[in-house]
């Protein structure tokens, strides 16, 4: 096995939802998993701050992806087989043993030329990044389900993802799902090979 063989976004706002403990779980159990935290309450900080101090767009980016390590942290906390991962080598490594690495963006990402430092780009596009990188699937998880037909373009326009992520998500041909808190798996452990929630329809570009 070398580097993840699924990427798992983990919305920040289970911070505050009775799921989190289940799908953290599946995670946990499953092998070579590389998860994505969202910044929940941590990014909202930043969102809340940015117009009383007036810091800049770049920096609202980078204090984000630090948010996404404050709630990646906790979850190692919750779930002591996760293993925070500060480098896309230590990704590899983690992942590539069986192991689940938590993506820690900051610095990692901080000057990474395809990722705009502004707001477009939250953890979903980060994920989706990543995910490009080690040519793996992608399971997106929020509080709400993805309907039939559903695409990247259709669930940003809807505010569901990031209006950066249907950029990215323009020629990438592994599937991508988005699961619900209902979604949750019967079986213990994730699947690569059948994935929870609806798969997205992709764009064709001509």
Do not use: N
Request: hydrophobic content about 55%; charged content about 15%; overall charge neutral.
């Amino acid at each position: 096995m070398s580097g993840p063989r699924l990427v798992v976004k983990l919305g920040g706002s289970f911070t505050a939802s009775a799921r989190l403990g289940d799908w953290l779980a599946r995670i946990a159990a499953s092998r070579g998993v590389l998860l994505v935290p969202g910044g929940g309450p941590f990014a909202d900080a930043v969102r809340a701050t940015q117009p009383l101090i007036g810091y800049d767009e770049e920096a609202a980016h980078d204090m984000a992806m630090m948010a996404m390590a404050q709630f990646g942290r906790a979850l190692v906390s919750l779930a002591p087989a996760l293993e925070l991962a500060a480098s896309l080598t230590r990704i590899a490594s983690v992942c590539g043993r069986g192991g689940i690495a938590v993506a820690v963006p900051w610095p990692m990402l901080a000057a990474e030329p395809s990722l705009p430092r502004r707001w477009d780009v939250t953890s979903d596009a980060i994920a989706l990044w990543l995910a490009r990188h080690f040519a793996t699937p992608l399971l997106v998880i929020k509080q709400v389900s993805a309907e039939a037909g559903a695409t990247p373009r259709s669930l940003a326009a809807a505010g569901v993802i990031d209006r950066f992520f249907p950029v990215l998500a323009e020629g990438f041909a592994p599937p991508i799902h988005l699961a619900g808190p209902a979604d949750v798996p019967a079986a213990p452990a994730l699947d690569p090979a059948s994935l929870p929630g609806r798969a997205l329809g992709m764009t064709v570009v001509a």
